[in-house]
Nanobody
Framework: VQLQASGGGLVQAGGSLRLSCELS????????MGWFRQPPGKGRAYVGS????????FYADSMKGRFVISRDYAKNTVYLQINNLKPEDTAVYSC???????????WGHGTQVTVSS
């Protein structure tokens, strides 16, 4: 499975952004897709995930409310909508694939999100 994240950029605080993660390859084996972020100088943090077939979503407690994950099954694409952006949302956002419920073993290159105050 290959993953390609896109949609990042420079946004003013209070704005919204939708990130995309396009999958290619052995997508029929995908169990879940996750979004993660890594702020400058900090470790990578789990944002949330979506079960690929059934569409159920899960979020880290600190991410509930402003982050919405969805997927377009026909386009093999997962989305991360971020609303009411804050400067502390500045980070590299990455998507990852969990094949068969055994953890995130496939990662795409991240996309940079920078929020100005």
């Amino acid at each position: 499975v290959q993953l390609q994240a896109s949609g990042g950029g420079l946004v003013q605080a209070g704005g919204s952004l939708r990130l995309s993660c396009e999958l290619s390859g052995r997508t029929s084996s995908v169990y879940a897709m996750g979004w993660f972020r890594q702020p400058p100088g900090k470790g990578r943090a789990y944002v949330g995930s979506i079960r690929w077939n059934e569409g159920s979503t899960f979020y880290a407690d600190s991410m509930k409310g402003r982050f919405v994950i969805s997927r377009d099954y026909a386009k093999n694409t997962v989305y991360l909508q971020i609303n009411n952006l804050k400067p502390e949302d500045t980070a590299v956002y990455s998507c990852a694939a969990d094949m068969g419920g055994e953890g995130y073993s496939y990662w795409g290159h991240g996309t940079q999100v920078t929020v100005s105050s």
